[in-house]
Each structure stands twice: as structure tokens, then as C-alpha cells.
């Protein structure tokens, strides 16, 4: 329980900046903190800079935590607006996770003087061309970023050396804090069942699965490749994207072009990834060109799920079950990683049991997230 030993006090304020809280990876961690945070000692509430509802945005409001909208236009008025939400609210806290943008955000909190003021790493690279301007403005954002800012996280040691530079290890301030995965419903026995019938595949069909957005970093092109070059042998086999994003058409005209566009399913962006993971998909499959530390790369192999993805991810998230890992580099063809995935297909799934309890006590537990982030906030 985060803040145990200060029931007696009032709760901590903490403000959280985001884009939009639709499911994602630092979403979807957040979420998890907030069901299971004493709320009597921890309050927690959302500023998102996108004028889009969220899909979590209904249960945050239940769980008591306000969402606070500011958006980033008109920019010239971003920091009165943000300014003027952080005076009247009086937070303890200001939790940043905009990346390069912290430095904006931090810079605010530091002015209306914020005690806490935390910038979050998520990514390992900056997602925009990288244009003369686009350096500058890094250049200067981390500048502000490790000026204003009292703690600095990484996702992993990629996304921490990747915002906050590569000798984050000997600053004091930076530090490394994995997200969690949410034990309540990977746990064996404890999350309804959905079958492949439910989305209109047969019951022996072999499920190639995918949890991401449809953006560039996912490489969903190459994905489409794979699927393409496993669909030739097996043909019982489809795949499964769960997500949404700015290329997904693309992706439905790549299916189409490849005439694999029966057996792929677009599911959009789903809330039912537990039983995905553990009841549909049949591998896990995961050819990003670049990460932080992907949320679904530890709650697959939770449930037994194996993994095989590019060597650019990294290890840390395979460390707690290390034989659910299958890395490949890029540079391989579609066609060689179609013939590795069969490979790990032909092994099939780890007992869910044994795998749960692998990540239960290890980092990636919901305690461990809390116990770590309550040293950040000054609860302990």
C-alpha cells in the first residue's frame, strides 16, 4: 500500500500529464497504480493535453481522481493555463510522462514551486524526424528537463539514457522504475475465458497475437510480412492486432495488397488483453523498431505466453522468465522470422502457474511499482 505510514496526514496531490488515457503502456501502468493506491493517502489526478475522451476516463472519475484537460493550442497561453491548474490545485506532485516536452512542464511546476517535479521516460527515441530544429529543440527540452526537475525515471535503462543522457547511472537524481503488470487478472483461474469462436475463427486456428497502436515504432508492415510468409505454410493460421492509430489504414491496405486480409483481424483498441493473451493468441509476436519497455512483453509470458521479438527490446523485460524469449534482429527476411515463429509454436506454452509466479516476485509486481514510487513522492 503506497504512503502506509502516512494515514494520519493528508493525501499526497499528485498530478500526472499526459496526451489522452486511452489504453497504452504508461496508460495502462498508471491505471494500475491508481485501483490499487490508498486513496486516503495518495490522490491522483490526470492533465491531458488531447481534447479526445479517453477510454479510461469514466473509471478514473469513479475511482475518485479528476481528469483536467489543458491543451497544448493555443501554445502561446500552455503554461499560464498549466500554471494557473497547478496554483489552484495546490499539488504535492507534478509527474510528467511527455518526454522531450517535461522540460515545458517541469519548468511550470518549478515556477509555481512544485516539491516534486518528475520526468518520465517511456520511449527510447524521439518518434519525429530528427531535423535540425527537432535536435535543437531536444537539446534544449533536456536541458530544462534535468534543470527543473527533482527526479528523473526511466522505464527501462534505454529510456532513461535516451532522454536524460548516457551517464544517467552516476546522476543522483535518475533513477530506473519498471512498470507492473496487473496480477488481479493475469492470475491462473482468475480471468473468464474467451474463445476463438468469439471472433469468428475456427477453433483450431493457430492465433499469431499483437498489442500495440498502429504506429511507425510497432512496425506493423513488417509484421504484415511475417504473417504473410507463416500464412504460405500454415493454413490454419491468422493474425490478431489489438489497437488503434494513425496507420492502421495503412496496415488494411498492406493485408489487401499481400491478400491475407481474411486472416488478419483489426480489433481496435481492446480492454479484454488478459484474455487474449491467455485464452486466444498462440504466440506473441513483436518486430518494433524501437521501445521503452512494452507492457505486453511482460504480461504475455505471465500467462505462458512466448514471446519472439526484435533485439532492440530489451532484456530487462525478459529477465523475471528468460526461456519465454525469442530475439531476432531486423535485418532478418519476413520469411526467416515466419520460420522461428513456427519454431516456438512447435514448443507451445509454459505452464501459466509456474510463469505467473516468476514475474509475481519479481520487479514487475504491482507492490514493487507502489514501494518504489513512494520514495519519489515523499510518502516514505
Known amino acids: 500500500m503506497i504512503c502506509a505510514g502516512l494515514q494520519d496526514q493528508r493525501p499526497r496531490r499528485i498530478l500526472h500529464l499526459l496526451g489522452c488515457m486511452d489504453p497504452g503502456g504508461a496508460e495502462n501502468w498508471l491505471m494500475r497504480l491508481l485501483r490499487r493506491a490508498d486513496r486516503k493517502v495518495l490522490q491522483m489526478d490526470f492533465c491531458v493535453a488531447k481534447p479526445k475522451k479517453g477510454l ?32 489552484e490545485n495546490k499539488y504535492d506532485v507534478v509527474h510528467s510522462h511527455g518526454w522531450l516536452f517535461s522540460g515545458i512542464i517541469l519548468k511550470v511546476a518549478h515556477r509555481c ?6 520526468a518520465h521516460s517511456h520511449t527510447t527515441r524521439d518518434k519525429y524526424s530528427p531535423t535540425m530544429y527537432r535536435k535543437l529543440y531536444g537539446w534544449l527540452m533536456r536541458r530544462l528537463v534535468m534543470r527543473h526537475s527533482t527526479h528523473c525515471l526511466g522505464c527501462c535503462e534505454a529510456a532513461a539514457a535516451a532522454l536524460f543522457g548516457p551517464d544517467w547511472e552516476s546522476n543522483d537524481k535518475c533513477a530506473k522504475v ?41 512496425n506493423h508492415t513488417f509484421l504484415l510480412d511475417i504473417a504473410a510468409e507463416i500464412i504460405k505454410r500454415q493454413p490454419k493460421a491468422y493474425l490478431f492486432l489489438a489497437g488503434d492509430g494513425e496507420l ?14 481474411d ?19 498462440d504466440v506473441l509476436v513483436f518486430p518494433s523498431i524501437y521501445e521503452g519497455l512494452p507492457l505486453t512483453l511482460f504480461e504475455a509470458p505471465v500467462t505462458g505466453l512466448r514471446v519472439v521479438c526484435s533485439d532492440v527490446i530489451t532484456r ?25 515463429v513456427n519454431e516456438v509454436l512447435a514448443r507451445g506454452r509454459i ?30
Not at 479510461?56 to 493550442?73: D, F, H, P
Not at 514551486?113 to 518528475?118: E, F, N
Not at 473468464?192 to 500495440?212: C, I, N, R, T, Y
Not at 492502421?248 to 486480409?261: F, N, Q, V
Open 248 to 261: 492502421r489504414k495503412d496496415a488494411e491496405a498492406k493485408a489487401e495488397r499481400l491478400g491475407i486480409s
Open 316 to 340: 530487462e523485460v525478459s529477465a523475471p522468465l528468460p526461456e519465454a524469449f525469442t530475439y531476432l534482429p531486423l535485418d532478418l527476411s519476413a520469411e526467416q522470422w515466419a520460420q522461428k
Open 178 to 218: 519498471y512498470y507492473c503488470f496487473d496480477d488481479e487478472n493475469f492470475g491462473p483461474g482468475q480471468v473468464p475465458p474467451v474463445s476463438k469462436e468469439d471472433f469468428g475463427l475456427p477453433s483450431d486456428a493457430m492465433v499469431l497475437g499483437h498489442v500495440g497502436n498502429f504506429r511507425m515504432a510497432k
Open 56 to 87: 479510461y476516463e469514466e473509471e478514473i472519475r469513479s475511482l475518485g481522481s479528476n481528469i483536467i484537460r489543458c491543451e497544448l493550442k493555443p501554445f502561446l497561453t500552455y503554461q499560464h493555463r498549466l500554471a494557473k491548474i497547478l496554483r
Open 113 to 118: 514551486k512544485v516539491p516534486v517535479r518528475i
Open 351 to 380: 505452464p501459466h502457474e509456474y510463469a505467473y509466479q516468476k514475474y509475481k516476485n519479481s520487479h514487475f509486481s504491482v507492490e514493487h511499482s507502489l514501494r518504489e514510487l513512494s520514495v519519489y513522492y515523499g510518502c516514505q
Open 263 to 281: 486472416r488478419v483481424i483489426f480489433a481496435g483498441t481492446r480492454k479484454d488483453v488478459p484474455q487474449l493473451l491467455m485464452h486466444l493468441f
